[in-house]
């Protein structure tokens, strides 16, 4: 009995400790704006990490609506987000693709200036476009991010973002759209239960057996 408290109360410990340093958190956003296309449609989805490792990863994915339209070098070419304020950060801080650079401060369309700008080539576009950052943490993004996506093929007509998809179509005042920019702060998931919770209720539930069969 004596050797089964020592394993549990080593196993509570190293719980607790697995808890606090390697909780992982994550939190999901929906860009549904658009400079050029309707407004009000799930275009990209935003999902920050943090596993309390001292860094947060990003991975920003384009969706079905921009999917269905892609053309040739399609991809993700440019991506803002905002931080809370005092927050500091250098371009040292990130690890971005190949060629991506970080700017501060920057314009991102009719959706302003955003603190962050990841910047890429026409050559190196994205999709999707994952990087880290470290000495971050959760709270220290704001919600309200931008993307500038290019390489997808739609006809559109109109400044308020009334669009048409039959190409070949001949009507007046048609015009050709490559790119456009998107934007959003819709939260659309809570932070998950920790991997190392399921690890403790798992070990917990194997000693109480045990216990259980050397009772009996």
């Given at each position: 009995?004596?050797?089964?408290?020592?394993?549990l109360?080593?196993?509570v410990?190293?719980s607790l400790f697995?808890?606090?340093?390697?909780?992982?958190?994550?939190?999901?956003?929906?860009?549904?704006?658009?400079?050029?296309l309707?407004?009000?449609?799930?275009?990209?989805l935003?999902t920050i990490?943090d596993d309390?490792?001292?860094?947060i990863?990003?991975?920003?994915?384009?969706?079905?609506?921009l999917n269905?339209?892609t053309g040739?070098?399609?991809?993700i070419?440019?991506?803002g987000f905002l931080?809370?304020?005092g927050?500091?950060?250098?371009?040292d801080d990130?690890?971005?693709?190949?060629?991506?650079k970080?700017?501060?401060?920057?314009?991102?369309?009719?959706?302003g200036?955003?603190?962050v700008?990841?910047?890429?080539?026409?050559?190196?576009?994205?999709?999707p476009?994952?990087?880290?950052i470290?000495g971050?943490e959760l709270?220290?993004i704001?919600?309200?991010?931008?993307?500038?996506?290019?390489?997808?093929?739609?006809?559109?007509i109109?400044h308020?973002g009334?669009?048409?998809?039959e190409?070949?179509?001949?009507?007046?005042?048609?015009?050709?759209a490559?790119?456009?920019?998107f934007?959003?702060?819709?939260?659309?998931t809570?932070?998950?239960v920790?991997?190392?919770?399921?690890l403790?209720?798992?070990?917990?539930?194997?000693l109480?057996?045990?216990a259980g069969?050397?009772?009996?």
């Open positions: 009995m004596q050797h089964i408290k020592t394993i109360g080593s196993l410990m190293a697995l808890i606090s340093r390697a909780e992982a958190a994550s939190v999901q956003y929906i860009l549904d704006h658009s400079n050029t309707e407004d009000g449609i799930d275009y990209l935003v990490s309390q490792s001292g860094q990863d990003f991975q920003v994915d384009t969706l079905a609506p269905e339209k040739e070098n399609f991809g070419a440019s991506f931080l809370t304020e927050t500091e950060i250098t371009g990130f690890l971005l693709p190949e060629k991506w970080v700017q501060f401060n920057k314009g991102m369309s009719e959706a200036k955003f603190d700008r990841l910047l890429g080539t026409g050559q190196t576009r994205q999709d476009l994952e990087f880290s470290f971050l709270e220290d704001l919600a309200g991010f931008a993307a500038h996506v290019a390489g997808f093929e739609l006809e559109y109109g308020e009334e669009y048409r998809e190409h070949g179509h001949e009507y007046e005042g048609n015009s050709h490559s790119s456009a920019f934007y959003g702060d819709k939260m659309v809570a932070v998950p920790p991997a190392a919770f399921w403790f209720a798992s070990g917990m539930l194997l109480g057996r045990i069969r050397r009772r009996a």
